[in-house]
C-alpha cells in the first residue's frame, strides 16, 4: 500500500520556519490518567498450581516486578496531549495519523525491524504533535523522523534505515528528515526512551497474569494475537492517550478474550478484574478497531 507519493515533497524547503517553530501553549496531558492499584500476586510465593515456587522462580517473578513498577512510574512522562488532533493540529486528521502510522509499520516489517522501534518512533510522533502544529506537507519528513529515531533508540546498527532509503519509501528527502530529527528531538528534550505497552506486555503476564502454558499452541497463539493487538493499539490515536500499562492489560484481556479454551483458567478469570474504567475503554477500542479490521 502506497502511502506517500515520490514527487510530492521531493523539492520542500523544509526548515524551522516550515513549522512556524512555537510550542503551543496551553497544552497540557491530564495527569489523573493514574490508576493506583497493587497488581502484586495475593501468594507470590505460590504458582498458579498453589505449589511453592523454587527459589529461581520466586527470584525471576520480584525481579519482573521490579521492572514493572519502574515502568510505571514513567509511564505517565509519555502521553500525548488527549485529543491533540483537534486542540492542537489544524491540518491534521485521525485518518491522516493512521495512514502514517500504517506505512511506519509496513515499513519496519520490510526490513525487520522490532515492533517496540515501531512503538518508540509513534509515541514521539505523537507526542511531537501534541505540542507543536505543522502544516500537512511535513507530516512525511517528520513521521521518517520519528522512525528514524525509534530505531536509533532500539535497533542494532544494521537495523537501522539508511536515511536515502527512508526518505525514498516515506515520499520525503535527506534534509528535511535530518531537520525534522532535531526539531523532535528539541520538542521533546532529547527524551525518546519511552515507556510502550510493548516492553510491559511480558511483564504484566509474569506478574499479574501469572501466565504459563503447557501447551505450545497456546503460547504461539498468544504470540500471534498479541502482536496483532499491539499493531492494533499503534493505529487509534485515541489508545495513545491510555498510559502503557493500561493498553498492555487491554491488548492481554484482547487475546485472552479471542482464543479462551486454548488458555490456563487462571487466565480466563483475570478477565473478570477487568473493572478499572480504563482497561475497561482501552478494550473496548481495540476490539472495535480489530472488527473494523475484520469486516474491511
Not at 166 to 180: F, H, Q
Not at 183 to 201: C, E, F, G, K
Request: charged share 20%; aromatic share 6%.
Amino acid at each position: 500500500m502506497e502511502i506517500f507519493s515520490h514527487d510530492s515533497v521531493s523539492s520542500m524547503d523544509f526548515d524551522g520556519a516550515a513549522f512556524g517553530w512555537s510550542p503551543t501553549s496551553g497544552a497540557s496531558v491530564d495527569r489523573s490518567l493514574r490508576i493506583d492499584k497493587d497488581d502484586t500476586p495475593a501468594n507470590p510465593t505460590s504458582g498458579d498450581n498453589g505449589e511453592a515456587m523454587g527459589p529461581l522462580e520466586h527470584e525471576r517473578l520480584e525481579e519482573s516486578m521490579r521492572r514493572l513498577r519502574a515502568l510505571e512510574r514513567r509511564e505517565l512522562e509519555y502521553l500525548p496531549v488527549p485529543n491533540y488532533l483537534t486542540s492542537v493540529q489544524h491540518a491534521l486528521h485521525a485518518q491522516a495519523r493512521d495512514e502514517i502510522v500504517h506505512w511506519m509499520i509496513e515499513f519496519a516489517e520490510s526490513l525487520r525491524v522490532s515492533l517496540v522501534s515501531v512503538a518508540l518512533g509513534v509515541n514521539a510522533l505523537d507526542r511531537f504533535l501534541s505540542v507543536q502544529a505543522i502544516p500537512h506537507t511535513a507530516v512525511r519528513p517528520v513521521a521518517a523522523a520519528c522512525f528514524l529515531l525509534g530505531c536509533k533508540m532500539n535497533e542494532n546498527d544494521n537495523h537501522i534505515p539508511a536515511v536515502a532509503f527512508l526518505a525514498w519509501s516515506a515520499g520525503s528527502n535527506v534534509v528535511s528528515i535530518r531537520t525534522a530529527e532535531k526539531l523532535v528531538l528539541r520538542a521533546l528534550q532529547w527524551d525518546i526512551n519511552a515507556v510502550t505497552a510493548h516492553q510491559m506486555v511480558g511483564l504484566l503476564l509474569d506478574t499479574k497474569h501469572r501466565f504459563a502454558a503447557a501447551d505450545p499452541d497456546a503460547s504461539r497463539s498468544l504470540e500471534m494475537f498479541l502482536d496483532m493487538f499491539l499493531e492494533i493499539s499503534l493505529r487509534d490515536v485515541h489508545i495513545a492517550e491510555f498510559p502503557a500499562s493500561v493498553c498492555a492489560d487491554a491488548c492481554i484481556m484482547a487475546c485472552f478474550s479471542m482464543v479462551p479454551k486454548r488458555l490456563p483458567g487462571r487466565a480466563m478469570a483475570d478477565r473478570q478484574e477487568l473493572r478499572q474504567q480504563q482497561e475497561a475503554q482501552c478494550f473496548t477500542l481495540l476490539m472495535n478497531a480489530f472488527q473494523k479490521i475484520e469486516g474491511a
